[in-house]
Structure formats: C-alpha cells, structure tokens
C-alpha cells in the first residue's frame, strides 16, 4: 500500500499505485464472482438458527477507490429474524446502507467488494451464502427472497417509464410463469391498491414526475412487494416526506409484513421511527456495531455512550430544552481507522482501558450486547462499588 505523505495528500504517483493495487483485488474478485455455471454447494450453507430469515457474520464490505481502502462494514454480526422488523440506526456514512446492498449485492462495482464473512439467507429448505452465489443465481434472488425499498425514490424510479410497466417488469423479470397478460394486468392494480393507492388504474398509466413524493413512495413499496419477498430492506423509506404521509407509510409497512409474514430491516437515523417500528435495535458506528439489543432494551437501557448520546439528542414531546444535546466532534476517517475504540474522541464517558485495542464484545443479557470498556467485569465492579447502576 501506498504510503501517505504526513500532510494527508497523496501524490499523483502513490495514487496511481493505490490504484494499480485496487485495480488486482477488485478484478481477482470481479472473475470469482461473474463464473457461469457455478455449482450450488459453493455457496450452500446452513443457517445457524432456522428462525432467523437472515445472518450477518463479520461482514467486511470495502470500497477500493483511489485514496486508499474505505472499509465502510467492518466486521458486523447479526441477525434478523423471521416475521420481525430490525432497526439498523447510526449517524450519516456508519454504513447502514452499505450493509443492506451488501445482502442485495448492489454494492457500486467494480470498487465495491465483500472482503470477508457470510450473509446467510434463509430459503426455506436451504441456505444461502449472499457474500458467494455468482451474480446469475443473485438476480434470482433479488425480489423473490430480499427486496429494497430505497432511500430516494425518485431516482429509483425510471423517469421515462410509466407506472404499470415499471411493476410489470418486476413480475415479469420474476415468478409470472404461467400468467397471462391480464393476470398480471391485475396484479398491478391489486399492488397499487394494496399500498393504498386510490386511483391505481389512473396512475399506472402515470409516469414517476406525475405523482406525490408520498404515492412515488408507495409505488416503491408496491414494486418491492410485488413478489412477496422474505425480506424487506428499507432505507430510510420515509425521510423525504412530511409527518403525516410518513406515519401512514410505517403503518402500511407494518400491516403488510403482517400480511405476507416477511422480515424487515429498517434503516434509519431517526430513533422515534425505531421506537414504532423495531423489535431489536442495532447501533452502527463507524462501520461497526457498537451495541445490539431488543427495542426494549435498548431504549430502556441504552448501554454505550455513543447510543446514550443518540438517546440524548433526541426531542421530546412536552420536555422543553434550551438546546438539544449534539455528541460533540466527528467520525474517524474511514480509511484511516484508529486502533482503539472509534468513539473514544468523542467520548465523554471514558474510563479505565479505554486507551486500549477496539474494545470486545460484551454481554449483557443474551441478547443486549455492547463493544465498551465500561462494561468490562472490573470496570463494572468499581463502578458498583462507587454506587453507580451499570
Ligand atoms: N460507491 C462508494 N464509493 C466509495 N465509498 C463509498 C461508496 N458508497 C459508500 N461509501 C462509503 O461507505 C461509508 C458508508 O456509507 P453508507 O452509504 O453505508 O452510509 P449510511 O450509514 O447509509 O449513511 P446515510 O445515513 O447518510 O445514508 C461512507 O464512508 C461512504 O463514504
Ligand atoms: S470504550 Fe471507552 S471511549 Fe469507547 S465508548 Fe466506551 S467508554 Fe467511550
Ligand atoms: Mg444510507
């Protein structure tokens, strides 16, 4: 690897080189990934709980650009189990969405790359590890088991294409074997409907720039939905629309999860969302999970600083503030990653070890896990012994 200049800036030459480097990996595992006629039990697995619709196991997900490696998921396990809804929360650039095109394999190629650990999708009868299945057998996958609802509908949309044909080429490119052209006509007007589109026959004739952004919004859930899939990822499918519009979309989410018994990963910065919608909570910070818990215990006992601080800066209704609390400074570099806790700059809760490596997961309860040095055995029977509750 190219070495940096102690100014930060690399030279025209050291970039060439990063990505002369780049260029090696990313087309090593380009070839791997794009073999035809791969066999199944390459990426066969088995899923570690058959209750779980998927599994994260150290993830590793990098993008190779020019300035260096950005290792956006680094290391991050797990679950999400089926029928219930996992809030995936963090600040902008934690890696959240990353993530969730990690399990799509939408990843912007060739410079981004799953480096390491496996995405267990659960099928039903098998098992299935995302990080290998060839490119081929993914299309398959995408919309029958794992769908995405994603962060700007607009440009998810294709402008210059009409509604209906847009839902069409989903049901199409997916299960219709069989149909006729008017099943599938009406299988577009029963989406429309079931996302609670008034007028579903007038606006599958409509091209994206003639809707809301709330019915656009819709039209998205519908195509993600179009083949009841296992699997829902929605990144931030709300953020763009008023309150309103945004409580009515949740509960939409909510009934038809229900309704074809799928899983949800919900992405979000927004805590009030995960509150309504989630049943476990996971805290991004910096490409890693810093704490995982249930809903419950996470609101109830937020445990590492950095959810405490999210925590914190939230507003509540009926508690007037002179101003909302923001954790102070900023992320580390992502290419440049500190040895030692990422949160430590930020931290204003620091205690004994924290100097140390990146701090272990711990346990707090079998589900509530934190990556923190206060947690540690000694630090918490100091702390107890001081009178303190941890
Ligand atoms: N195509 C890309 N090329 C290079 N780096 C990328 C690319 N996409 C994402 N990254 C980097 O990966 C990191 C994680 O990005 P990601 O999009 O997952 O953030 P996020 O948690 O979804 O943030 P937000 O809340 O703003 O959507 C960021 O540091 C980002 O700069
Ligand atoms: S390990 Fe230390 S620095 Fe890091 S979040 Fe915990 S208390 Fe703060
Ligand atoms: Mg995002």
Same mark, same amino acid.
């Given at each position: 690897?190219?070495?940096?200049?102690?100014?930060?800036?690399?030279?025209?030459?050291?970039?060439?080189?990063?990505?002369?480097?780049?260029?090696?990996?990313?087309?090593? !595992?380009?070839?791997?990934?794009?073999?035809?006629?791969?066999?199944?039990?390459?990426?066969?697995?088995?899923?570690?709980?058959?209750?779980?619709?998927?599994?994260?196991?150290? !993830?590793?997900?990098?993008?190779?650009?020019?300035?260096?490696?950005?290792?956006?998921?680094?290391?991050?396990?797990?679950?999400?189990?089926?029928?219930?809804?996992?809030?995936?929360?963090?600040?902008?650039?934690?890696?959240?969405?990353?993530?969730?095109?990690? !399990?799509?394999?939408?990843?912007?190629?060739? @410079?981004?790359?799953?480096?390491?650990?496996?995405?267990?999708?659960?099928?039903?009868?098998?098992?299935?590890?995302?990080?290998?299945?060839?490119?081929?057998?993914?299309?398959?996958?995408?919309?029958?088991?794992?769908?995405?609802?994603?962060?700007?509908?607009?440009?998810?949309?294709?402008?210059?294409?009409?509604?209906?044909?847009?839902?069409?080429?989903?049901?199409?490119?997916?299960? #219709?074997?069989?149909? #006729?052209?008017?099943?599938?006509?009406?299988?577009?007007?029963?989406?429309?409907?079931?996302?609670?589109?008034?007028?579903?026959?007038?606006?599958?004739?409509?091209?994206?720039?003639?809707?809301?952004?709330?019915?656009?919004?819709?039209?998205?859930?519908?195509?993600? !939905?179009?083949?009841?899939?296992?699997?829902?990822?929605?990144?931030?499918?709300?953020?763009?629309?008023?309150?309103?519009?945004?409580?009515?979309?949740?509960?939409?989410?909510?009934?038809?999860?229900?309704?074809?018994?799928?899983?949800?990963?919900?992405?979000?910065?927004?805590?009030?969302?995960?509150?309504?919608?989630?049943?476990?909570?996971?805290?991004?910070?910096?490409?890693?999970?810093?704490?995982?818990? #249930?809903?419950?215990?996470?609101?109830?006992?937020?445990?590492?600083?950095?959810?405490?601080?999210?925590?914190?800066?939230?507003?509540?209704?009926?508690?007037?503030?002179?101003?909302?609390?923001?954790?102070?400074?900023?992320?580390?570099?992502?290419?440049?990653?500190?040895?030692?806790?990422?949160?430590?700059?930020?931290?204003?809760?620091?205690?004994?070890?924290?100097?140390?490596?990146?701090?272990?997961?711990?346990?707090?309860?079998?589900?509530?896990?934190?990556?923190?040095?206060?947690?540690?055995?000694?630090?918490?029977?100091?702390? @107890?012994?001081?009178?303190?509750?941890?």
């Amino acid at each position: 690897m190219a070495k940096k200049h102690n100014d930060g800036y690399l030279s025209a030459k050291e970039s060439r080189q990063i990505a002369r480097e780049n260029r090696r990996v990313t087309d090593r !595992l380009e070839k791997q990934r794009k073999r035809k006629n791969v066999p199944e039990s390459e990426y066969l697995t088995q899923m570690r709980d058959p209750g779980n619709a998927v599994e994260f196991e150290n !993830l590793h997900t990098c993008f190779f650009t020019d300035a260096g490696v950005v290792r956006s998921v680094d290391g991050v396990s797990f679950e999400v189990p089926i029928g219930k809804t996992v809030g995936v929360v963090g600040e902008s650039g934690c890696g959240k969405s990353v993530t969730s095109l990690s !399990l799509m394999q939408l990843l912007q190629r060739p @410079q981004g790359q799953i480096v390491e650990g496996e995405i267990r999708l659960n099928l039903g009868d098998k098992a299935y590890d995302v990080a290998k299945v060839p490119a081929a057998k993914m299309q398959e996958l995408r919309g029958n088991y794992v769908s995405m609802i994603f962060q700007e509908p607009m440009t998810a949309l294709n402008p210059v294409f009409r509604i209906g044909d847009q839902i069409k080429e989903v049901l199409v490119l997916h299960n #219709t074997e069989g149909r #006729t052209e008017a099943e599938i006509e009406k299988r577009i007007i029963d989406l429309l409907e079931m996302v609670g589109i008034a007028n579903a026959k007038g606006v599958a004739q409509m091209y994206p720039h003639e809707l809301s952004g709330g019915m656009r919004q819709r039209v998205m859930i519908a195509m993600a !939905l179009a083949c009841s899939p296992r699997i829902i990822i929605a990144d931030e499918p709300t953020t763009a629309l008023d309150v309103t519009i945004q409580a009515q979309i949740l509960d939409l989410l909510r009934q038809l999860k229900d309704r074809i018994n799928s899983s949800i990963m919900f992405i979000t910065h927004d805590l009030g969302v995960i509150a309504e919608m989630a049943d476990y909570v996971v805290v991004m910070y910096a490409g890693r999970i810093v704490e995982k818990g #249930t809903a419950e215990e996470i609101f109830a006992h937020p445990a590492h600083p950095y959810t405490i601080g999210l925590m914190a800066s939230k507003p509540v209704v009926g508690k007037k503030v002179e101003k909302l609390y923001s954790i102070p400074g900023k992320v580390p570099n992502p290419i440049n990653m500190p040895h030692y806790c990422y949160f430590r700059d930020r931290c204003e809760m620091q205690c004994e070890g924290c100097a140390g490596d990146y701090p272990g997961e711990i346990s707090l309860s079998p589900t509530h896990k934190v990556s923190c040095y206060r947690y540690t055995e000694e630090n918490r029977k100091e702390a @107890q012994e001081h009178g303190a509750e941890l």
